[in-house]
């Protein structure tokens, strides 16, 4: 049984370091629970206090992910069109375009949704506005994305290391 739960903490682990990546896998509560099913193995040897920084980390981190993207788009100047528009270019990147469009379909995404919503409100804020909106949402992006890569390769590390 112990080695059943070492081979899924490992797919956990993987699945996790994907999910940092790919925006519809929650890829740090993968990692975590890779970990804790290493722990449960009885291979682990990691300690309570170890066990619940990261269960915190995650947490903040997967919290901070859910939110940044829309907290630095208005932060920007950006529309609640701007925030729409980047979730669905980021969606529709990842499906069409892998794996730049992850990157490219959330600037995109961000700046039409602005142009769409200065438009419809008769605003002349221009390209420069939308510009600047669609960096935050990529911005947004790569600071989310870096985050979830640290977990994620911290985690395989220290599960690795537990290991051998």
């Known amino acids: 049984m112990n080695i059943v739960l070492v081979v899924f903490a490992f797919l956990f682990l993987i699945a996790g370091l994907l999910g940092s990546v790919v925006p519809v896998i929650p890829g740090p ?10 722990q449960w193995s009885g291979f682990g040897g ?33 529309s609640r069109k701007a925030v729409i528009g980047s979730v669905l270019g980021l969606i529709l990147g990842m499906i069409f375009f892998a794996p730049y469009g992850i990157i490219i379909g959330s600037f995109l995404g961000a700046l039409a949704g602005e142009l769409l919503n200065n438009k419809i409100a008769n605003n002349n804020a221009g390209f420069g ?8 949402a990529f911005l947004a992006f790569i600071v989310g994305t870096g985050a979830k890569l640290f977990i994620g390769i911290s985690l395989l590390y220290y599960a690795i290391k537990a290991m051998f």
């Open 29 to 38: 509560p993968l990692s975590y629970l890779g970990l804790l099913l290493l």
């Open 46 to 78: 990691f300690s309570i206090v170890f066990l619940a920084a990261w269960g915190v980390i995650t947490a903040a981190i997967t919290i901070m992910d859910n939110f940044l993207p829309a907290w630095l788009t208005k932060r920007f100047g950006g």
């Open 129 to 136: 506005k939308a510009l600047k909106v669609a960096f935050g």
